[in-house]
């Protein structure tokens, strides 16, 4: 069975980099992974997804030119770079697979298996 874990995260001032990395416990190539955040009082959202070949990605419009998604399917791992960082990044980010990507964005109920969750703070 699948499982995702996340790492990478941390506190980190306005402006400052961060990659956060999710790493599969089993071959990964056929599965869409996607970056959710969660601020506290807030909807999740869909922040990034990268197709199973890693040759289409989307992400939401308030991370576009910030952040970079990418994968090693050698390595069973997805990476997100995070550059720019604005207190509004704040949130617990989570991984999640899917067989289903979608073009346009990171919808959550395509999304079957989910990481436990790594918090980022940008504050100074």
């Known amino acids: 069975q699948l499982q995702l874990v996340e790492s990478g995260g941390g506190l980190v001032q306005p402006g400052g980099s961060l990659r956060l990395s999710c790493a599969a416990s089993?071959?990964?190539?056929?599965?869409?992974i996607g970056w959710f955040r969660q601020a506290p009082g807030k909807e999740r959202e869909g922040v990034s997804c990268i197709s199973s070949s890693g040759g289409s990605t989307n992400y939401a419009d308030s991370v576009k030119g910030r952040f970079t998604i990418s994968r090693d399917n050698a390595k069973n791992t997805v990476y997100l770079q995070m550059n720019s960082l604005k207190p509004e990044d704040t949130a617990v980010y989570y991984c999640?697979?899917?067989?289903?990507?979608?073009?346009?964005?990171?919808?959550?109920?395509?999304?079957?298996?989910w990481g436990q969750g790594t918090q980022v703070t940008v504050s100074s």
């Open positions: 999640a697979a899917t067989y289903t990507f979608r073009s346009s964005r990171c919808w959550a109920p395509d999304f079957g298996s």
């Open positions: 089993i071959f990964m190539d056929y599965y869409a």
